[in-house]
């Protein structure tokens, strides 16, 4: 099977979604890149992902090559070091590395190898939200058939590099997706995030040099040391490298997940491939990244969806999983439903998201219930003034506050009718917030 050049993410997927063994892979090309990467330095790697402009596809966008070349090298750094990724996928509306995961297990296992490579790291960790089951079991399994290759082991295809890979269960808390938080809870112990610095380039797991790459970032890696950093730039649409999975969900006709150029416009992902709205709904507005993401409005609908565009609409690509807000959902019981996940999923560490956030929760539980107050909108919006990432130790309640701030801002009528009229109006549709 020939790779297509244009979705090299999602080229090995196949009908019926069942994976591809190790020798289906291979016949497929893969752990060609493997190979080629063996014959190169690590230094060279990281140049090559430097050239490619590949950024984080996690949400925080943050240059892939930076990352890995922030870890110590040379006689005196570390010799202990490790590549984590970030595998627990829980954000509000985001499925696209289940995808991934599921579909294509030696493509991510093949990432981990030559990413772990480039920072000389000899064990890896592939830290999957534990609901993710079937993800676990093709992920354990291709990892054993890997090593029957010799793609993993003490003697990686006679290159003297070694690496293990464990994949490990997440305990199933939205925080055990920040990075720092993450390393805490693969250490045993509560998931906490931590103060910054160190990062975590330089003391992250067990205090020793370690990389926490998502999913998707590190399934790129292959296709661009087999391809070249030219080729893989040659995919976008914007100054940034490579495709984008850009998942769509809400009242849209085709509600799925499409490999595209990063930087395809949101209206062409809306109108071309979710098909546009359902008979009889329209698109108010969107949350572009997934739950943590500011709301687009429609007059924005033409922007690009890559890093730099989406910043000018006052937002985020994110993990590029879109959920569309549509005229007939409250836009304030929808902003309920996403801050009590936020408030019930707040680790508690720090007083501002642990107590700020279920007062949030409250407010907006009373305005959709009819017993809001004048002073209320302005107490919300105290919180999306507060609640930023100077005051917190992590990035959950000002990820929190994006979709809240941009709220207040678009549909403050709709909020101001709540307490006017001490009543939801959308309760009294046929269809109400359902």
Same mark, same amino acid.
């Given at each position: ?41 690590? +230094? ?24 890995? +070349? ?6 005196? #750094? ?25 579909? $294509? ?78 390393? $805490? ?88 491939? #979710? ?17 943590? $993401? ?56 720090? $007083? ?18 009819? +017993? ?63």
């Amino acid at each position: 099977m020939e790779k297509q050049l244009t979705a090299p993410l999602t080229a090995m997927i196949q009908p019926g979604g069942m994976p591809l063994d190790v020798t289906g892979y291979e016949h497929a090309g893969g752990y060609q890149a493997l190979r080629k990467a063996l014959a190169m330095t690590p +230094e060279a790697i990281i140049a090559e992902v430097k050239r490619s402009k590949l950024r984080g596809r996690g949400g925080g966008g943050f240059p892939t090559g930076r990352k890995w +070349e922030a870890v110590p090298a040379g006689p005196g #750094a570390p010799r202990q070091r490790y590549l984590v990724v970030n595998a627990d996928e829980m954000e509000p509306c985001s499925f696209k590395d289940r995808l991934l995961l599921e579909r $294509t297990p030696h493509q991510m296992i093949e990432a981990v190898i030559i990413s772990a490579f480039a920072i000389q790291a000899d064990i890896a960790y592939i830290f999957v939200r534990a609901e993710y089951v079937l993800a676990i079991q093709r992920l354990t399994r291709a990892a054993a058939e890997a090593q029957s290759r010799g793609y993993l082991g003490a003697n990686i295809l006679g290159s003297g590099f070694a690496l293990t890979i464990h994949v490990h269960a997440s305990g199933g808390r939205y925080i055990c997706g920040e990075s720092s938080a993450l390393l $805490t809870a693969l250490e045993g112990r509560r998931p906490l995030p931590r103060s910054r610095p160190p990062r975590s380039a330089m003391s992250g797991l067990w205090g020793k040099p370690s990389v926490v790459n998502n999913v998707e970032t590190l399934c790129n890696v292959p296709h661009i040391i087999e391809r070249g950093a030219d080729w893989f730039l040659s995919l976008s649409r914007c100054a940034d490298g490579g495709t984008k999975l850009y998942g769509m969900s809400g009242r849209v006709k085709r509600p799925g997940l499409w490999e595209l150029p990063l930087g395809t416009a949101l209206i062409e992902i809306l109108e071309e491939h #979710a098909g546009g709205m359902q008979p009889g709904y329209e698109c108010r507005a969107v949350l572009p990244g997934g739950g943590s $993401t500011a709301f687009v409005m429609r007059d924005d609908f033409d922007v690009a969806m890559d890093f730099t565009s989406m910043r000018k609409v006052g937002s985020s690509v994110g993990t590029g999983n879109i959920l569309a807000l549509d005229d007939r959902r409250c836009p304030v019981g929808m902003l309920h439903n996403l801050e009590h996940f936020f408030a019930q999923e707040s680790c508690g560490w720090c $007083t501002p998201c642990r107590d700020g956030l279920p007062w949030v929760e409250r407010i907006l539980a009373a305005i959709e219930a009819g +017993e809001g107050e004048a002073g209320d909108l302005d107490t919300l919006a105290h919180h999306v003034s507060f609640l930023h990432s100077d005051s917190t130790f992590c990035d959950l309640a000002p990820g929190a506050m994006a979709p809240l701030g941009s709220a207040l801002k678009h549909f403050r009528a709709e909020f101001e009718q709540h307490i006017r009229e001490k009543r939801c109006p959308w309760h009294d549709t046929a269809e109400g917030w359902a």
